[in-house]
């Protein structure tokens, strides 16, 4: 009796600590996969944190570039290319902004699930909770940061909002002065053209003194012959001459004036010394003559007389 008492203590102690050497593997086995929780619960917080982190970054390096001042002398076409630049740059901070919120109340939400865990697995990791806790400030500091920064540059868009809008009434008066000075230049130049188109316009008539004096282009003038038996009053060019009258020419590209057939003499004021002939006969021309110093030919008068003979 007392044997059997013994092996059944033996027996007893034997299979408890055979139940204790398995809980403790137990114990082991779950201790390590509570560590390899926490580890990567670490790992995702510190890589959360570098990740808004280096978001915030690029977003102060865009406001930085956002806050180089508009130039307030633009000319047109620069003016427009800098203001749809402008506007583009601003969108795209904007839209920044916007993903930083969104990114940093995904980062929220993800460290406190993160706590959750953390805490079900390490109820007494101070360390672990500190962590945490760390973190929590780091992402609650970096939203801080992040509405600091939305509003300094909601401030930087309202201000090149307004010059933006300055700029743009700048460069539609220039447009307008433009449009303005290119219809008055137009006009200039109408008038220019004309005015040059009036100095350079001269006039020829050719035919026999009766067609010419019945025509009212000659008059005459001076005393009649002696007892008025031979020859005839000379005449001149009237005072008053009808441009419709004669043929238009252009001095500077008209060079050449062809005449009917005879020969002709040259009863106004022009200077035939400046001209040369096709043919020449004493005072007289025929067949064409050619104007060799036309500012000089025609300063006297811009209308020729010729006379046949």
């Known amino acids: 009796m007392k044997t059997t008492s013994i092996f059944v203590a033996l027996a007893t102690m034997a299979s408890l600590a055979a139940c204790d050497t398995g809980a403790r593997k137990q114990l ?25 982190t280096q978001f915030v970054n690029d977003l102060n390096t865009e406001i930085a570039r956002l806050k180089t001042p508009l130039k307030s002398d633009l000319k047109v076409a620069a003016g427009e290319s800098q203001l749809a630049q402008a506007k583009a740059d601003r969108d795209a901070v904007t839209e920044r902004v916007r993903q930083l919120v969104a990114r940093l109340d995904s980062s929220e939400a993800r460290v406190a699930s993160l706590r959750a865990r953390a805490t079900s697995l390490a109820r007494n990791d101070e360390q672990l909770k500190q962590q945490v806790a760390l973190y929590e400030k780091t992402i609650a500091d970096l939203r801080d940061a992040a509405e600091r920064q939305r509003s300094e540059m909601q401030a930087i868009i309202d201000e090149q909002g307004t010059k933006i809008v300055a700029l743009s009434s700048k460069v539609d008066t220039v447009t307008r002065d433009n449009v303005r000075l290119a219809g008055e230049r137009a006009a200039l130049s109408d008038t220019v053209g004309q005015l040059t188109t009036e100095k350079n316009r ?89 104007i060799d110093r036309p500012e000089k030919f025609w300063e006297p008068s811009k209308f020729l007389v010729l006379v046949r003979r």
């Not at 082991?28 to 808004?52: C, F, T």
């Open 202 to 290: 001269v006039y020829y008539v050719a035919g026999t003194r009766d067609e010419l004096i019945r025509k009212g282009v000659l008059v005459q003038e001076g005393s009649r012959p002696v007892l008025g038996l031979f020859g005839s009053r000379p005449v001149v060019p009237a005072r008053t001459l009808d441009p419709s009258l004669f043929t238009s020419l252009d001095r500077l590209h008209d060079r050449v004036i062809t005449l009917p057939e005879g020969e002709y003499s040259v009863v106004s004021r022009q200077d035939l010394s400046f001209t040369t002939p096709v043919e020449r006969h004493d005072s007289r021309v025929a067949k064409a003559i050619k």
């Open 28 to 52: 082991a086995q779950s201790d390590s996969a509570r560590a390899d929780s926490l580890v990567r619960i670490k790992d995702e917080m510190l890589n959360e944190v570098m990740s808004s």
